[in-house]
């Protein structure tokens, strides 16, 4: 089945830089991207799907299937880094992420990267998602977080 193309769907998390993010040149060290890419998604799932967990439970699981990442500029130490999640593309099998990482104070682009995850059965063979997963992707995933969640949906940043 072929990608169904999504409004921009535009989730945020701030990210601090901390001494545990940082080489001993004093900037990020290159795999937190990719870190902060799987947390920014996980925390996607946990605020508009939160049955995530009992498909984990019924042997159901997202696996990912490629992540990519293009560095621009260097982060620093306490460095606030904005994070921002686009839902680019999703089939019935697969959601494909866009991801930047923006300095907060000058708004550069210090990061852009990619990420697929595949629907995945109790024997990882590929498999159609949750019917309620793949109508949150199909809604461009419009529903509001529960109150205090990390992230916030805000399709106005499309």
């Known amino acids: 089945m072929s990608p169904t193309t999504t409004p921009p769907i535009r989730i945020t998390r701030r990210h601090v830089v901390t001494f545990a993010d940082t080489n001993v040149a004093g900037n990020v060290y290159f795999a937190h ?10 925390e996607l799932l946990a605020s508009v799907y939160p049955e ?3 498909d984990l439970a019924r042997g159901l699981s997202l696996v990912t299937e490629f992540a990519h990442m293009d560095f621009h500029q260097e982060a620093q130490l306490f460095d606030v880094i904005v994070i921002g999640l686009t839902v ?27 990420q697929a995850v595949v629907q ?9 998602m949750p019917e309620k997963l793949h109508a949150l992707c199909a809604a461009g995933f419009q529903t509001e977080p529960p109150a205090g969640a990390a992230v916030r949906t805000r399709p106005e940043d499309g």
Do not use: K, M
Not at 88 to 98: L, N
Not at 100 to 106: L, Y
Not at 120 to 128: I, T
């Open 52 to 54: 995530f967990q009992q």
């Open 33 to 42: 991207y990719f870190a902060w890419q799987g947390r920014c998604r996980d």
């Open 88 to 114: 680019t593309s999703f089939s019935r099998t697969r959601i494909e992420f866009g991801f930047e990482f923006r300095r907060d104070s000058d708004h550069a682009l210090l990061a852009s990267g990619r």
């Open 120 to 128: 995945v059965n109790e024997r990882h063979q590929p498999c159609l």
